[in-house]
Nanobody, 123 residues
């Protein structure tokens, strides 16, 4: 059992930055690959970024590559999403998730999900 809680969302102006955190509790956090997803109103939940349990490999959606950085601190049981150069189209609820699968697959391959944190980018 893994519990995930996102934080760090909020309102930011276009071009600004936010860092999201996802704190995990439970056992074997460091053995899980972690991912970030987002869901905008009226849209399907989409993949944003993922990181292996070692933190040595990452994957990004084309829409965020070069602007977002995923990282993790296994000692703190936390995964981060640093979001820079934010755009209005980044507005969404952001979710973190845990999976044993690598490379990352569809949403159904993730075993645990957080409740999400709202990110709103104004322009």
């Amino acid at each position: 059992q893994v519990q995930l809680v996102e934080s760090g969302g909020g309102l930011v102006q276009a071009g600004g930055s936010l860092r999201l955190s996802c704190a995990a509790s439970g056992r074997s956090f460091s053995s899980y690959n972690m991912g970030w997803f987002r869901q905008a109103p009226g849209k399907e939940r989409e993949f944003v970024a993922a990181i292996t349990w070692t933190g040595r490999s990452t994957s990004y959606a084309d829409s965020v590559r070069g602007r977002f950085t995923i990282s993790r601190d296994n000692a703190k049981n936390t995964v981060y999403l640093q979001m820079n150069s934010l755009k209005a189209e980044d507005t969404a609820v952001y979710y973190c998730a845990a999976s044993l699968r690598w490379p990352p697959g569809p949403l159904s391959t993730y075993d645990y999900w957080g409740q999400g944190t709202q990110v709103t980018v104004s322009s």
